[in-house]
């Protein structure tokens, strides 16, 4: 199960269909920032490495925690 969520800023510009590059590049593109601005906040869990370096590959910050996936959800609004 993939969840995603996103400020105010970028409501509606997520596509689960589409890459994660490109919805990366779309947010950023909403709130007006580079990708070297945005901080993405994931669980830092072996079935996340390849995300999570693919997010560094492209300059994003990735903020990796243990646990709390709903509550770091929660603090985007």
Do not use: W
């Not at 950023?28 to 580079?34: M, S």
């Not at 903020?63 to 959800?73: K, L, T």
């Amino acid at each position: 199960m993939e969840k995603l969520s996103v400020g105010a800023g970028a409501i509606g510009v997520i596509d689960l269909n589409l890459p994660l590059a490109d919805n990366l590049r779309y947010v950023a593109t909403a709130l007006g920032k580079p990708l070297s601005e945005l901080t993405v906040t994931i669980l830092a869990k072996p079935r996340h490495a390849a995300v999570i370096a693919e997010m560094q590959q492209l300059g994003v910050r990735v903020f990796a925690i243990p646990v709390g996936d709903v509550a770091a959800s929660i603090l985007t609004c």
